[in-house]
C-alpha cells in the first residue's frame, strides 16, 4: 500500500493512560502514513464529571496536535454541553455537529488530506462522519460484541441503539476488520468483506523494558510467588474467584494491575474485601510503558473472567503482552477456545484454576517456555498486524467498483478467515 491519508475515528482520546486496538493501530499506520486521529466529543463541563479525562486532554479540546511520526490529534470540541436544560429544544447537538463538522474538514485541508481513507472504530461516542471528507474507502474496526450487555441491567433500549450504529458501520463500510473468531464468524452473515485480525503487542516495549517505575518499596510488598491480573477492573472480572484465590493461598501475592471502574454494588463489596486482604496489592492503572516492567514481577498471569456473552467474543489484549513478557498464563473456561491452547492452562472451576496456577508454578523455569512465548509474540506485534491489514485494504481497493453506493446493496457473500 503506497502513502495514504488516513482519517481513524477512536473511542478515546489519543493521549489516553492505557493505550488499545485503536492507539496501536494509528501509531502503527503512521509509521509510513499520515493520520488523522479524531477523538470523541467533549465539553469543558463533560471533562470536569467524568474522571477517566484529564487535564491534559482539556487543554486539547478544539485542537489539532503532532503527536509524533506522521500522526496528529484532533480533539472536536461541543461548544454547547448538552446537560444545559434547553438542550432539546434549540437542538444543541445539531449545532454542536456542525461546528465539529466544520472544525473537521477545515483541519483536513490543513493536513492536506484529500480523498482519504476513513478507518472507524466502532463507538457510541462518536458522530457518523460518513462522506464528510469525500473519502475514497471505508474501514470498520468491531473489535468487541457490542450488542452485548457491557454491564448487569444495560438496558434493552441501549442495546437496540448500539446494534443500529454497528448496522449502519456494517453498511458503510469497505472492509471489516475484528478480533476473534466468533465476531467473524457473526459479522461474515453481515457483511461481504469480514477479515479475521487478532489484537496484538507492542513487543518492541517488551525488548527496552523500564524498570525505573519498580520502587524498592513495591519489591517489599511483593512476596514471591506473585500472581499477576492485568485489566481493568469491572462488571466482566471474576471478583469472587480473585478473592477465593487470596483467601486459599495466603503464601502467594496476588498482584492487581487495572483501573477500578465498578459500578455494580455486588462486585463492588468483592473487590473492598479483596483489597483488604495482606497478600493482595492492587497498582491501579499502568501506563503502557509501565506495564512490561511489572509483568516481570510476576510468576504466573491469570485471566480471571466471568463467562459472559461479551468475553466470549473477546480476543484479550492481555493475552499478547503476558506472551511478550514470556509469562504462564492460567485463565477461566471463557467459552471460546485460545490461539495458542498448548499455552494456556484453562479452568472450568475455582478449585481447578487454583490447580492449574500450581502447575503453573511448577513448570521447568528454563529458557525453553520463556522463549517460546516471546517469540509468538514478536510474531503477532502491532507492526506485522498493521502491514497484514494495510494489504487487505490495497487489495480491496484494487477491486473496488465504480459505483460504490450501488454495490452497497449486492447479496452478502462470506469471506474465509485470514490467519493472525
Known amino acids: 500500500m503506497s502513502r495514504r491519508n488516513i482519517v481513524l475515528i477512536a473511542n478515546e482520546p489519543w493521549e489516553h493512560f492505557t493505550w488499545r486496538r485503536r492507539h496501536h493501530t494509528a501509531w502503527a499506520l503512521a509509521k509510513d502514513n499520515k493520520v488523522l486521529f479524531v477523538e470523541p466529543p467533549a465539553s469543558v463541563s463533560s471533562h470536569l464529571r467524568d474522571g477517566n479525562l484529564s487535564w491534559r486532554q482539556l487543554r486539547n479540546l478544539g485542537r489539532l496536535k503532532h503527536q509524533g511520526r506522521g500522526l496528529y490529534s484532533f480533539s472536536p470540541f461541543k461548544l454547547l454541553p448538552l446537560s444545559l436544560p434547553f438542550s432539546e429544544r434549540l437542538d444543541l447537538d445539531a449545532l454542536n455537529k456542525k461546528l465539529i463538522f466544520s472544525q473537521l474538514k477545515r483541519y483536513a485541508r490543513r493536513l492536506e488530506m484529500e480523498r482519504p481513507v476513513l478507518w472507524v472504530f466502532f463507538s457510541d461516542r462518536q458522530y457518523e462522519y460518513y462522506g464528510l471528507l469525500d473519502e475514497v474507502f471505508t474501514v470498520g474496526d468491531i473489535y468487541d460484541k457490542f450488542t452485548a450487555p457491557t454491564w448487569e441491567g444495560m438496558p434493552s433500549e441501549s442495546v437496540e441503539r448500539l446494534r443500529q450504529k454497528q448496522e449502519t458501520l456494517l453498511r458503510r463500510a469497505d472492509v471489516v476488520f475484528t478480533v476473534s473468531q466468533a465476531l467473524f464468524d457473526e459479522l461474515s452473515e453481515m457483511h461481504r468483506n469480514v477479515y479475521l485480525v487478532p489484537n496484538g503487542v507492542d513487543y518492541e516495549s517488551f525488548e527496552n523494558c523500564d524498570l525505573s517505575s519498580l520502587t524498592p518499596a513495591l519489591h517489599s510488598r511483593l512476596k514471591k510467588p506473585v500472581i499477576g491480573f492485568l485489566g481493568m477492573m469491572h462488571y466482566i472480572v471474576d471478583f469472587e474467584l480473585l478473592d477465593h484465590i487470596a483467601e486459599r493461598r495466603p503464601e502467594w501475592t496476588?498482584?492487581?494491575?487495572?483501573?477500578d471502574n465498578i459500578h455494580c454494588a455486588a462486585d463492588r463489596k468483592v473487590f473492598n474485601r479483596l483489597k483488604a486482604r495482606k497478600n493482595v496489592v492492587w497498582r491501579g492503572e499502568l501506563g503502557r510503558k509501565n506495564i512490561p516492567a511489572f509483568l516481570k514481577l510476576v510468576d504466573v498471569c491469570i485471566i480471571p473472567k466471568k463467562r459472559l456473552e461479551l468475553n466470549r467474543y473477546a480476543n484479550f489484549l492481555k493475552v499478547w503482552e503476558y506472551l511478550a513478557a514470556g509469562k504462564p498464563i492460567v485463565s477461566v473456561d471463557v467459552g471460546t477456545p485460545f490461539e495458542y491452547p498448548e499455552l494456556i492452562r484453562v479452568a472450568a472451576s475455582k478449585e481447578a484454576f487454583l490447580e492449574n496456577?500450581?502447575?503453573?508454578?511448577?513448570?521447568?523455569?528454563?529458557?525453553?517456555?520463556?522463549?517460546?512465548?516471546?517469540?509468538?509474540?514478536?510474531?503477532?506485534?502491532?507492526?506485522?498486524?498493521?502491514?497484514?491489514?494495510?494489504?487487505?485494504?490495497?487489495?480491496?481497493?484494487?477491486?473496488?467498483p465504480g459505483d460504490r453506493e450501488a454495490n452497497k446493496d449486492e447479496p452478502l457473500a462470506k469471506v474465509q478467515p485470514m490467519s493472525p
Open 254 to 259: 496476588l498482584l492487581l494491575m487495572g483501573k
Open 357 to 400: 496456577i500450581e502447575k503453573a508454578l511448577e513448570e521447568d523455569r528454563g529458557e525453553g517456555l520463556s522463549e517460546r512465548r516471546r517469540n509468538i509474540a514478536k510474531d503477532n506485534s502491532w507492526r506485522s498486524r498493521v502491514k497484514l491489514m494495510l494489504g487487505i485494504i490495497d487489495g480491496e481497493m484494487q477491486t473496488l
